[in-house]
């Protein structure tokens, strides 16, 4: 997207920006430029179309935007408006940039593509990370084209599930929240072309172990050939834990068929790249990426043309299935109390919310979708849609737990079990929680492989982005 001002046709004078005051009075000048270099091939679009999508941002309806199933990251102009909106599964940046014609604004999904664009333009010294600002999920972002002073943007929420509301019955929530997910899946296996084959991001976990029962029950009833899918899992080491649960857990529902085991050399896992690519530092969003670059760069090895890929990436966020007590500023009772706390983080009115991340999922999702769209993969992560967090919202937590950390970190495997037996009729097996980066490797490799203090992420970060 490209706009340029209105400039005066009169000849006896030098044209003429346009002129707003700001709020003291003095001079603004108007944006002169926009450049939206978000591909919207990167969105996936469950029911509407990319055109019915960008009326509903650009006319700022919170309520048409709430609408827009999927995975998008949209940004529209209206006048002087710029209006954003994006789900958890994409990310969108964007950058205000000083030049002698007048400032521009620079959108985009990635740092380093807002960089590359200062650095065509002959402006690359005004880059810092520190600098471009993340639209946080779920809200409606306005941004009205004043450049001089910076524009503060507005933001209006278009997603604001209300908790809750469901009955402590685990089969009745169960058979609502994994039908929410198959619902999506459904509507996801429409949307791309039923000769492309599908890979699953597989650990054999209650999440990803879900969807491989779903998507084959799917794919049988839409009388498609589930040998399209297959599932990916990583082992690093002797003991990697990952392969053989997922062993275990398709044996036991008679689905052997789709494994790929991928064996990856511990000389193949490189931190300081995952880094690179996820643009980020978060020890754990770290260690992940690193193995999810690892094994998709081996997946796009072996399948170079491989385009669809399905993860489970949202369902611990869902169900609230981390463990407290790893995190000194969390307690049961403000992972409980807070809507949406493992996605949103503390929320974009906290003082703890990142301007240039975002928060809670709506940050560390990029350890999923940054490998996968650098090796030219498109992931979909249903867990993270609107739509399923919805329905997770309205669980109430608190009287099926009554505040007791243990109870609440069995309720998970409780609820997608009893929801993916009444969908498919499939009893599904369940495992002890444990990290996709602790899985996929043995325990000395892991503590071999990565730096024990946090810093030396932040320094690398550095060298990368700022350097």
């Keep these: 997207m490209s706009n340029s001002s209105t400039r005066s046709s009169s000849t006896s004078s030098p044209p003429q920006k346009p002129v707003q005051r700001d709020f003291d009075g003095r001079q603004a000048e108007l944006i002169d430029r926009v450049v939206n270099l978000l591909d919207p091939k990167g969105n996936i679009l469950l029911g509407s179309s990319y055109e019915q999508a960008c009326q509903a941002v650009r006319e700022g309806a919170t309520s048409a935007i709430r609408q827009i199933r999927g995975q ?35 959108i985009a999904e990635r740092m ?65 929240y994994i039908g929410k997910v198959a619902e999506i899946c459904d509507q ?26 779903l998507l084959d029950y799917l794919l049988r009833r839409k009388g498609q050939s589930p040998a399209r899918l297959k599932a990916f899992t990583m082992t690093t080491g002797n003991d990697a834990s990952d392969g053989d649960q997922a062993e275990q857990f398709l044996k036991q529902i008679d689905r052997e068929l789709y494994l790929e085991k991928i064996q990856i050399p511990a000389s193949d896992l490189c931190w300081r790249e995952a880094i690179r690519v ?10 992940a990426a690193t193995m999810g670059l690892a094994l998709l760069k081996e997946v796009r090895r072996r399948y170079p043309e491989w385009r669809y890929l399905i993860d489970g990436d949202g369902g611990d966020e869902n169900l609230k299935d981390y463990p407290i007590e790893e995190n000194p500023e969390l307690t049961i009772r403000s992972v409980l109390g807070n809507r949406m706390l493992y996605q949103e983080g ?12 975002s928060g809670g999922q709506s940050r560390g999702h990029i350890r999923t979708s940054a490998p996968a769209t650098s090796l030219g993969f498109l992931g979909f992560s249903p867990y993270a849609i609107p739509d399923v967090i919805e329905v997770a919202e309205a669980i109430p937590f608190v009287k099926l737990t009554d505040w007791d950390h243990q109870k609440l970190y069995e309720l998970k495997g409780a609820i997608v079990a009893s929801g993916v037996r009444q969908i498919t009729g499939v009893e599904m097996p369940t ?18 492989l990565f730096p024990k203090s946090d810093r030396v992420f932040r320094d690398e970060f550095a060298k990368i982005f700022v350097s």
């Excluded at 005004?126 to 507005?154: I, K, W």
């Excluded at 597989?202 to 029962?213: N, R």
């Design 188 to 213: 996801w296996l429409d949307s791309i072309p039923q000769s492309e084959p599908i890979g699953l991001m597989f650990s054999g976990g209650v999440d990803s172990g879900s969807l491989i029962i």
């Design 72 to 106: 998008f990251a949209i940004c529209q102009q209206l006048g002087k408006t710029i209006r954003m909106a994006r789900s958890i599964g994409r990310p969108m940046r964007y950058f205000l940039a000083k030049r002698a014609e007048g400032p521009a604004l620079i």
């Design 431 to 448: 495992f002890p929680k444990q990290r996709f980066q602790r899985g996929a490797v043995d325990a000395t490799t892991f503590e071999n």
């Design 112 to 176: 380093d593509e807002i960089k590359e664009q200062l650095e065509r333009e002959g402006l690359g010294d005004q880059f810092h990370p520190s600098y471009t600002r993340m639209v946080p999920a779920h809200h409606l972002l306005e941004l009205q084209l004043v450049g001089c002073p910076d524009p503060n943007p507005t933001l209006h929420r278009f997603f604001a599930p209300k908790r809750n509301r469901l009955h402590s019955d685990i089969d009745a929530i169960g058979a609502q």
């Design 278 to 287: 996820i643009e980020d530092y978060k020890s754990l969003d770290v260690q």
């Design 346 to 357: 503390w929320g974009v009115d906290a003082v703890k919310h990142s301007l240039v991340y």
